[in-house]
């Protein structure tokens, strides 16, 4: 009996242990990051100060501070409920942002709303990101707090090497319970005899084709979503500069958004209507510009596209481009001393490693960038129905791209993503002609029966949208 007790005990122990794993899982505003991106960000501005669809989110606890926290989770998770019934800190906020009703997200647990606000009040005082990213820590502030899933490991370790233990007790105790009692048994296996029993062997290629199926799905959903990603381009565009500091339209570069599926990069002619009068950059002089004059083959020195460019040798190129190069650092520094002979060395360097590779032997020819957006071939998306007819801002999907010095992939662009934004936004239909024949809505929309039309409520949902 006393080992059936011993036995319930330690199992009782290994039960309780196993329930209180999920309070290792504390809120982190690295989980609020990507919910805020997953639930908020196609209303809410990211930088938490500024209005967008939505009101600034920084400071969210200090206007609610009159009421028990539970309230904001509340209003968080299904703002609605809130409101109907009359509390007043909703009602307020409600009728402040012209009663757009904001979709409710009932599955967020305490830990996730916790979560989000940690990461909208760093992100407010900006303790998070930034401050992160000095420290050494990784882009975005990325495991700031460590990772969960190494405590989930180490206890998983602890109970198969406890549960090994236990069975190696129980069977002894057993053995040792029927000799007492008389009878003939056989010694209790060995504890590798019991690893590579066949009852062992079984749960071990189970778990195996669970594990196996559980990380094929993850990757499948995964597929080609590389939220971000920020590849190196052949050339450092800043779009801080660009769009940032000179407020150059996305559009101008982009054109293709307004009028066609796809945004297109730019060609390098669209660089050259500004870059024929701005040749010396203002951040890295001639090194970077150099690489879009010798890839269309524009002559600085003489302010001329050369004639027979394409034949040109790598060796006469290079005298055209050292030449400007050395002439713009003499009419800096006074004379070309060994300091600009080697800026000419490296520059040179840079244009070859920039516009040659292994599938492009010659300097002549388009810049090869680097696509950092790139759905997969089952989404349809086109550009110039959400830019165009649905009036969306690029900073929506895109992040603000004019703080951006390298480009990266900002939303995750998911599926649910999607989805949301379309469940979540209002159609523009006033002075819009693309929505003309939607005469029921226009007709609710004058007579107040409604004051919002979704693009949920156009059909946005429908599979054939964007899986035709």
């Given at each position: 009996?006393?080992?059936?007790?011993?036995?319930?005990?330690?199992?009782?122990?290994?039960?309780?242990?196993?329930?209180?794993?999920?309070?290792?899982?504390?809120?982190?505003?690295?989980?609020?990051?990507?919910?805020?991106?997953?639930?908020?960000?196609?209303c809410?501005?990211?930088?938490?100060?500024?209005?967008?669809?939505?009101?600034?989110?920084?400071?969210?606890?200090?206007?609610?501070?009159?009421?028990?926290?539970?309230?904001?989770?509340?209003?968080?998770?299904?703002?609605?409920?809130?409101?109907?019934?009359?509390?007043?800190?909703?009602?307020?906020?409600?009728?402040?942002?012209?009663?757009?009703?904001?979709?409710?997200?009932?599955?967020?647990?305490?830990?996730?709303?916790?979560?989000?606000?940690?990461?909208?009040?760093?992100?407010?005082?900006?303790?998070?990101?930034?401050?992160?990213?000095?420290?050494?820590?990784?882009?975005g502030?990325?495991?700031?707090?460590?990772?969960?899933?190494?405590?989930?490991?180490?206890?998983?370790?602890?109970?198969?090497?406890?549960?090994?233990?236990?069975?190696?007790?129980?069977?002894?105790?057993?053995?040792?319970?029927?000799?007492?009692?008389?009878?003939?048994?056989?010694?209790?296996?060995?504890?590798?005899?019991?690893?590579?029993?066949?009852g062992?062997?079984?749960?071990?290629i189970?778990?195996?084709?669970v594990?196996?199926?559980?990380?094929?799905?993850?990757?499948?959903?995964?597929l080609?979503?590389?939220?971000?990603?920020?590849?190196?381009?052949?050339?450092?565009?800043?779009?801080?500069?660009?769009?940032?500091?000179?407020?150059?339209?996305?559009?101008?570069?982009?054109?293709?958004?307004?009028?066609?599926?796809?945004?297109?990069?730019?060609?390098?002619?669209?660089?050259?209507?500004?870059?024929?009068?701005?040749?010396?950059?203002?951040?890295?002089?001639?090194?970077?510009?150099?690489?879009?004059?010798?890839?269309?083959?524009?002559?600085?020195?003489?302010?001329?596209?050369?004639?027979?460019?394409?034949?040109?040798?790598?060796?006469?190129?290079?005298?055209?481009?050292?030449?400007?190069?050395?002439?713009e650092?003499v009419?800096?520094?006074?004379?070309?001393?060994?300091?600009?002979?080697?800026?000419?060395?490296?520059?040179?360097?840079?244009?070859?490693?920039?516009?040659?590779?292994e599938?492009?032997?010659?300097?002549?020819?388009?810049?090869?960038?680097?696509?950092i957006?790139?759905?997969?071939?089952?989404?349809?998306?086109?550009?110039?129905?959400?830019?165009?007819?649905?009036?969306?801002?690029?900073?929506?999907?895109?992040?603000?791209?004019?703080?951006?010095?390298?480009?990266?992939?900002?939303?995750?662009?998911?599926?649910?993503?999607?989805?949301?934004?379309?469940?979540?936004?209002?159609?523009?239909?006033?002075?819009?002609?693309?929505?003309?024949?939607?005469?029921?809505?226009?007709?609710?929309?004058?007579?107040?029966?409604?004051?919002?039309?979704?693009?949920?409520?156009?059909?946005?949902?429908?599979?054939?949208?964007?899986?035709?």
């Amino acid at each position: 009996m006393i080992y059936k007790f011993l036995l319930i005990r330690l199992s009782s122990a290994i039960l309780l242990l196993a329930l209180a794993t999920p309070a290792v899982a504390q809120p982190s505003p690295d989980i609020g990051k990507t919910l805020f991106r997953n639930y908020c960000a196609s209303c809410h501005n990211k930088n938490m100060r500024q209005a967008l669809t939505g009101p600034a989110l920084g400071g969210i606890e200090e206007r609610w501070a009159d009421y028990p926290i539970e309230d904001l989770y509340e209003w968080i998770r299904n703002s609605q409920a809130l409101i109907a019934a009359g509390h007043p800190r909703a009602v307020q906020v409600y009728n402040e942002n012209n009663k757009v009703l904001m979709q409710a997200f009932p599955n967020l647990t305490d830990e996730d709303v916790a979560s989000l606000l940690l990461y909208i009040n760093g992100v407010y005082d900006g303790t998070y990101g930034v401050s992160a990213t000095v420290a050494g820590e990784g882009v975005g502030g990325a495991d700031r707090q460590g990772s969960n899933e190494v405590y989930y490991y180490i206890i998983f370790g602890f109970l198969l090497v406890l549960a090994l233990v236990l069975a190696r007790i129980y069977n002894n105790l057993k053995y040792l319970a029927a000799v007492k009692e008389g009878l003939d048994v056989e010694a209790p296996p060995s504890i590798w005899a019991t690893l590579t029993s066949k009852g062992t062997i079984s749960m071990i290629i189970f778990a195996l084709v669970v594990f196996g199926g559980y990380t094929t799905v993850n990757n499948a959903i995964g597929l080609n979503r590389q939220q971000d990603y920020q590849p190196e381009q052949p050339i450092k565009f800043s779009h801080a500069t660009h769009a940032g500091l000179h407020q150059i339209d996305c559009q101008y570069c982009h054109d293709g958004a307004r009028r066609s599926k796809h945004s297109v990069i730019p060609a390098t002619n669209t660089c050259m209507n500004c870059h024929r009068a701005v040749k010396v950059g203002s951040e890295y002089g001639t090194g970077e510009l150099v690489k879009v004059f010798a890839s269309i083959g524009y002559d600085p020195s003489k302010d001329v596209y050369i004639e027979n460019y394409d034949e040109l040798s790598e060796d006469e190129i290079k005298q055209i481009y050292t030449t400007w190069i050395a002439n713009e650092y003499v009419a800096e520094h006074g004379q070309l001393d060994r300091r600009g002979e080697r800026t000419m060395d490296e520059q040179w360097d840079g244009i070859v490693n920039s516009l040659t590779s292994e599938t492009k032997s010659k300097i002549q020819g388009p810049i090869e960038w680097v696509r950092i957006h790139n759905l997969p071939d089952h989404a349809y998306f086109n550009h110039a129905q959400h830019v165009a007819v649905g009036k969306v801002e690029c900073q929506t999907c895109h992040g603000p791209v004019e703080e951006m010095e390298v480009v990266k992939q900002w939303s995750p662009l998911s599926m649910g993503w999607c989805i949301q934004c379309h469940r979540e936004t209002e159609v523009q239909f006033a002075g819009n002609p693309y929505y003309a024949s939607y005469e029921q809505y226009h007709e609710e929309l004058k007579a107040g029966t409604r004051d919002r039309v979704t693009v949920e409520e156009i059909g946005g949902l429908e599979c054939q949208k964007c899986h035709y």
